[in-house]
């Protein structure tokens, strides 16, 4: 993952959120909505947006999703690649993980992702490090698409 230093001089961060191709601003709330909708058109698993703002320093929103093998979870995290750099122009400032597919790490600057596989997620349960920090609601019928 890159430095705080390394985010603000690329775009990202606390600094306002990602610009887009069209030179429009994709805010923090914004940037996860599209990246877990990018994580259901891929299949993901129980979606999750965590508002972590004045919690932590490196990121607004925590994005958390599940795949139920190594080639899904790649999948997911390659599809959330292609679909912000193509459609919104963003391209993220690291990924970890790609290769082995238990755990994609990525980072757009306001918004962090984790791409689980099923079982790794039930591991960790990052969700409990954040269980007092509100969670961002979106369409149940993407959940279940």
């Given at each position: 993952?890159?430095?705080?230093?390394?985010?603000?001089?690329?775009?990202?961060?606390?600094?306002?959120?990602?610009?887009?191709?069209?030179?429009?601003?994709?805010?923090?709330?914004?940037?996860?909505?599209?990246?877990?909708g990018a994580g259901l058109d891929k299949k993901a698993l129980n979606?999750?947006i965590i508002d972590v703002r004045g919690k932590v320093d490196y990121a607004d929103?925590?994005?958390?999703?599940?795949?139920?093998?190594?080639?899904?979870?790649?999948?997911?995290?390659?599809?959330?690649?292609?679909?912000?750099?193509?459609?919104?122009?963003?391209?993220?400032?690291?990924?970890?993980?790609?290769?082995?597919?238990?755990?994609?790490?990525?980072?757009?600057?306001?918004?962090?992702?984790?791409?689980?596989?099923?079982?790794?997620?039930?591991?960790?349960?990052?969700?409990?490090?954040?269980?007092?920090?509100?969670?961002?609601?979106?369409?149940?019928?993407?959940?279940?698409?």
């Amino acid at each position: 993952m890159l430095s705080k230093k390394a985010k603000k001089t690329e775009g990202g961060g606390k600094k306002g959120g990602k610009r887009k191709a069209d030179g429009a601003l994709l805010e923090g709330r914004d940037l996860a909505l599209v990246i877990a909708g990018a994580g259901l058109d891929k299949k993901a698993l129980n979606v999750e947006i965590i508002d972590v703002r004045g919690k932590v320093d490196y990121a607004d929103f925590v994005v958390v999703m599940s795949g139920r093998s190594d080639r899904q979870v790649n999948a997911i995290a390659q599809g959330i690649e292609a679909e912000l750099k193509q459609e919104h122009g963003i391209m993220a400032l690291g990924v970890e993980g790609l290769p082995q597919g238990t755990w994609v790490l990525m980072d757009f600057g306001d918004a962090v992702v984790h791409v689980f596989h099923q079982d790794t997620r039930g591991y960790y349960d990052l969700e409990s490090l954040w269980i007092d920090a509100a969670r961002v609601s979106f369409d149940d019928e993407q959940q279940s698409a």
